[in-house]
């Protein structure tokens, strides 16, 4: 197994400082791509065209560009479901271009936008295939299906058994991860594995895939059409232009705010301010406090935080510290059970794994415009309204011009003043040029 324990992430990101701030050992490997070339019988030309790129352990890498322009022939070819023309591909220490395929599955794992699950195998069978393919004990596969299902928010007894065709898109999309994830490949390729879904439930997948990751570590490699879900996710993204060729390969930050050329800014699109949004978490940013009393606090002392407070807001919490319900200067403070509580019930909070743009649509929505932000067990953390995120917005902006700049500044010295418009990453070479 090509794992490199002694490998740092990738970056020095806000994503990869906390990686690094973890005990390594499950990191992934490194990927390294060169000089990789595929041309399909009866083309008119290489469909990926002298690619070389490097992915640093544990860094999620995401793959953006037009329909066609092979991002998924690129690929195919790292686990080699599509074999390259020419060129090498490495994991960790590994040249696994000419290694046995099937060995080199075993630790690429690889999930689809269709899922990619046999209709006519269970969940717990589709998710086990790897592991069994492995020589696994049976005991030991059926603990790790049981486990990965719990991974991907999947309750085990109730879907085990189920068939692909008995569940969601989404519901498909998550076995699809966890199937990938079973065997703890270090490498994780995935292929516009949320495509299928609506809105709603790719947000919510992202973040799924965001909370894994945050615990794996794994070196992904993740492709997909929508420039906001490779801001969301990537440490960085590779800009791809026809035949795969690097438009540009940085981190999103410098991307939405340096693009390289029309090409980029294209994609890039305008509205730097919104997609900051996506790309910056409720934890990040400094939240307000208001007072904070409980559910069974005697009224006086309420009505006394209610009047001393400053804010003219108290939240009452429930038990577990839950924000419960907004009291504001005028209610009457609940009187003791069994009367009816008085002020507004909390209908919507946002944990602080949030995007600042789910954070801003429960602001937008809330009738006082503000939002409390809750931790791991929903417990109140702390409050965000306009004021805070619009501060919040513009001074991550701000850092991130001056990131880039720097940044910018530090390739130039390294590749002396005439660096092309394909730009590298902070580590080695970006690419073909
Ligand atoms: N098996 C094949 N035989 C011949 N040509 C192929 C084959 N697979 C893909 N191609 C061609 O190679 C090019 C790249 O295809 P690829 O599937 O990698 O694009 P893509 O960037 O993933 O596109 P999309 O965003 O639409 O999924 C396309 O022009 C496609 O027609
Ligand atoms: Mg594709």
């Keep these: 197994m090509a794992e490199q324990p002694g490998e740092q992430p990738y970056g020095n990101g806000p994503r990869a400082r906390e990686a690094a701030a973890r005990p390594a050992g499950s990191v992934g490997a490194a990927i390294r791509l060169e000089h990789l070339t595929k ?26 560009g037009p329909s066609g322009c092979g991002k998924s022939t690129t690929l195919k070819m790292i686990n080699r479901l599509i ?14 271009t000419g290694i046995d395929p099937v060995r080199l599955r075993r630790k690429v794992g690889y999930a689809i936008q269709a899922s990619g699950l046999f209709p006519h195998m269970t969940v717990a069978q589709n998710v086990a295939l790897v592991p069994r393919m492995a020589g696994w004990s049976a005991a030991r596969t059926r603990e790790r299906v049981e486990e990965m299902l719990g991974l991907v928010g999947l309750d085990p007894g109730e879907f085990r058994h189920r068939y692909p065709r008995q569940l969601s898109g989404g519901q498909q999309q998550r076995v699809g991860v966890a199937r990938a994830l079973a065997a ?6 995935m292929d516009e594995p949320f495509g299928a879904v609506d809105p709603v439930t790719r947000d919510h997948l992202q973040d799924e895939l965001l909370r894994l990751q945050r615990e794996l570590r794994k070196t992904i490699v993740f492709v997909t059409h929508d420039f906001d879900e490779a801001i969301k996710l990537g440490d960085r993204i590779a800009v791809l232009r026809e035949r795969s060729r690097l438009a540009q390969f940085d981190t999103p930050e410098a991307i939405l705010t340096h693009p390289a050329d029309a090409f980029v800014a294209g994609f890039v699109g305008s509205g730097a301010a919104l997609k900051r949004l996506h790309l910056a978490r409720v934890r990040d940013v400094p939240v307000a406090d208001v007072p904070t009393a409980h559910l069974g606090d005697p009224p006086e002392a309420i009505a006394g935080l209610l009047r001393d407070g400053g804010t003219g807001a108290v939240l009452l919490l429930d038990g577990d510290r839950r924000p419960h319900t907004w009291l504001r200067r005028g209610d009457r403070p609940p009187a003791p059970p069994p009367a009816a509580p008085a002020g507004t019930p909390v209908t919507g909070t946002v944990p602080r794994d949030a995007t600042l743009r789910d954070a801003l649509e429960a602001v937008l929505t809330d009738p006082a ?33 001056a990131e880039a700049l720097a940044h910018q500044r530090a390739l130039r010295g390294a590749h002396g003043a005439g660096a092309g418009t394909a730009q590298e990453g902070p580590g080695g070479p970006g690419g073909a040029a």
């Design 369 to 401: 415009g503000r939002v409390a932000v809750t931790g791991p067990r929903g417990e109140y953390t702390g409050v965000l309204d306009l004021a805070t995120l619009r501060g919040t917005v513009q001074a991550l902006l701000a850092a991130d011009r």
């Design 184 to 189: 703890d490949p270090p490498v994780l390729l």
């Design 39 to 64: 041309v399909y019988p009866g083309g008119a030309g290489p469909a990926v065209d002298d690619v070389s790129m490097e992915i640093g352990a544990g860094e999620t890498v995401v793959l953006v």
């Design 83 to 96: 074999e390259p023309t020419s060129g090498r591909i490495r994991i960790g220490d590994e040249d696994v």
